[in-house]
């Protein structure tokens, strides 16, 4: 049974810093993306930022040059630095490890960690 475990939540100040890590536990066969996405009260839930086997990023443009995502596939982690934080990237934030279109398929999500920035 795969787990994913997120931490590094919290609150923060407006301009602020904070880094989510996202680790697996039991064993997952070579992910070919990784992923941030979040959910803020009332809203539907966004892609924020993914990560690729042979290393491409995307982030959504409202964390474009902000957040940096990254992630280890040797030890099925991925980690979102986030930097100059705003009270809007307030909300709970998911990680999702997948496998698609190779056998075998696959895509787990976390718990969620919560965020909060305070203007």
């Known amino acids: 049974q795969v787990q994913l475990v997120e931490s590094g939540g919290g609150l923060v100040q407006a301009g602020g810093s904070l880094r989510l890590s996202c680790a697996a536990s039991?064993?997952?066969?070579?992910?070919?993306?990784m992923a941030w996405h979040r959910q803020a009260p009332g809203k539907q839930r966004e892609l924020v930022a993914t990560?690729?086997?042979?290393?491409?990023?995307n982030y959504a443009d409202s964390v474009k040059g902000r957040f940096t995502i990254s992630g280890d596939n040797a030890k099925n982690t991925v980690y979102l630095q986030m930097n100059s934080l705003k009270p809007e990237d307030t909300a709970v934030y998911y990680c999702?490890?997948?496998?698609?279109?190779?056998?075998?398929?696959?895509?787990?999500w976390g718990q969620g960690t919560q965020v909060t920035v305070s203007s």
């Open positions: 039991g064993k997952i066969f070579r992910p070919n993306s």
């Open positions: 990560t690729t086997s042979d290393g491409t990023t």
């Open positions: 999702n490890v997948r496998r698609l279109g190779l056998l075998p398929q696959y895509s787990y």
